[in-house]
């Protein structure tokens, strides 16, 4: 199987959703103690942007026991994600220290999540989830105390919320949409490329959606920032959740009214237009240059992707 079969056209990472997320358990204490002391719950444990997996005969596995996450030094505070087949699957968080005590180990080892999603070490049904655990353990390790009185806050609805003993304000998760688009002109498609990209790689322009603006707005403003190009005939093409630390990439296609272009070199390391042949050399890595595309696991593949089948 390759890594276009786990994620074909239309179905990047992180959007499959096989668990129940069994929000109105959440404000029941009694019921999630239950569940979390039952034989069956399992939970991913997440520290930073890496995720903990066991290596075993059978190959990397994700999905502990609590015995197992405890023995390797989990916290115990648990974010309740919802249930599968009726077992009750949780999230946990790791500490630097306990992390860096597994280093070395051959029975476990602490893997960087993006490269665990790219790999297909962790199938593709299960990215969904392990990213609801990643966004809401990266989340309270950095709302810890209150924003508003500075007290700190304690955890509640099943990890959903963190409310403040003080002021009483209740504080919840952020999400942060992100304009994805791939802009094209005839044949030809506008890609560029970060500093942090690998050396090779190409992708789709994007940027954080402003406050008080519309998707189609944001993505107007992001083509014209980063490259000076113009555009129009703003489509929205599908949503996906990005647990870095907690985005909701909104992929579109725009039209460009302008070609000539001049790149921020404070938001992007190069721009250029490709041809629609070159694209699809660079997504079957097969570009004469040894130019290629974003991963399968990114909707900016599936934006380029479908671009690609739609103008054959």
């Given at each position: 199987?390759?890594?276009?079969?786990?994620?074909?056209?239309?179905?990047?990472?992180?959007?499959?959703?096989?668990?129940d997320?069994?929000?109105?358990l959440?404000?029941?204490?009694?019921?999630?103690?239950?569940?979390?002391?039952?034989?069956?719950?399992?939970?991913?444990?997440?520290?930073?942007?890496?995720?903990?997996?066991?290596?075993?005969?059978?190959?990397p596995?994700?999905?502990?026991?609590?015995?197992?996450?405890?023995?390797?030094?989990?916290?115990?505070?648990?974010?309740?994600?919802?249930?599968?087949?009726?077992?009750?699957?949780?999230?946990?968080?790791i500490?630097?220290?306990?992390?860096?005590?597994?280093?070395?180990?051959?029975?476990?080892?602490?893997?960087?999540?993006?490269?665990?999603?790219?790999?297909?070490?962790?199938?593709?049904?299960?990215?969904?989830t392990?990213?609801?655990?990643?966004?809401?353990?990266?989340?309270?390790?950095?709302?810890?105390?209150?924003?508003?009185?500075?007290?700190?806050?304690?955890?509640?609805?099943?990890?959903?919320?963190?409310?403040?003993?003080?002021?009483?304000?209740?504080?919840?998760?952020?999400?942060?949409?992100?304009?994805?688009?791939?802009?094209?002109?005839?044949?030809?498609?506008?890609?560029?490329?970060?500093?942090?990209?690998?050396?090779?790689?190409?992708?789709?322009?994007?940027?954080?959606?402003?406050?008080?603006?519309?998707?189609?707005?944001?993505?107007?403003?992001?083509?014209?920032?980063?490259?000076?190009?113009?555009?129009?005939?703003?489509?929205?093409?599908?949503?996906?959740?990005?647990?870095?630390?907690?985005?909701?990439?909104?992929?579109?296609?725009?039209?460009?009214?302008?070609?000539?272009?001049?790149?921020?070199?404070t938001?992007?390391?190069?721009?250029?237009?490709?041809?629609?042949?070159?694209?699809?050399?660079?997504?079957?890595?097969?570009?004469?240059?040894?130019?290629?595309?974003?991963?399968?696991?990114?909707?900016?593949?599936?934006?380029?992707?479908?671009?690609?089948?739609?103008?054959?």
């Open positions: 199987m390759t890594l276009n079969d786990s994620f074909p056209l239309g179905q990047p990472g992180f959007v499959s959703h096989p668990i997320r069994a929000a109105h959440r404000s029941n204490d009694e019921k999630l103690y239950a569940m979390e002391t039952h034989r069956d719950a399992r939970a991913y444990v997440i520290h930073r942007d890496s995720l903990l997996m066991t290596q075993g005969a059978d190959g596995r994700a999905l502990l026991t609590f015995d197992e996450a405890r023995k390797f030094g989990a916290n115990p505070g648990t974010i309740f994600l919802g249930l599968r087949d009726g077992a009750a699957i949780f999230g946990m968080g500490s630097a220290t306990a992390a860096e005590a597994l280093m070395g180990r051959s029975d476990v080892s602490v893997e960087n999540l993006r490269a665990v999603a790219a790999s297909g070490a962790v199938a593709a049904r299960e990215l969904s392990v990213a609801m655990a990643k966004s809401l353990v990266s989340w309270h390790q950095r709302h810890g105390f209150c924003a508003n009185c500075g007290t700190r806050t304690s955890m509640t609805q099943g990890g959903w919320k963190r409310d403040c003993p003080s002021c009483k304000v209740e504080h919840f998760p952020r999400t942060d949409p992100v304009v994805i688009m791939l802009v094209t002109s005839g044949d030809k498609c506008l890609l560029g490329r970060q500093s942090q990209f690998p050396p090779s790689m190409w992708s789709c322009l994007a940027g954080f959606v402003e406050a008080a603006e519309t998707i189609e707005d944001a993505v107007r403003r992001e083509i014209l920032e980063e490259s000076n190009i113009q555009c129009t005939d703003v489509h929205y093409y599908m949503t996906q959740p990005w647990p870095y630390p907690s985005s909701l990439m909104v992929g579109c296609t725009a039209r460009a009214t302008t070609t000539d272009i001049i790149v921020d070199k938001e992007l390391e190069d721009a250029r237009w490709f041809s629609r042949d070159e694209a699809i050399a660079m997504l079957k890595r097969e570009h004469p240059q040894g130019l290629t595309g974003p991963h399968p696991v990114a909707i900016a593949h599936h934006l380029l992707a479908n671009w690609i089948a739609q103008t054959t």
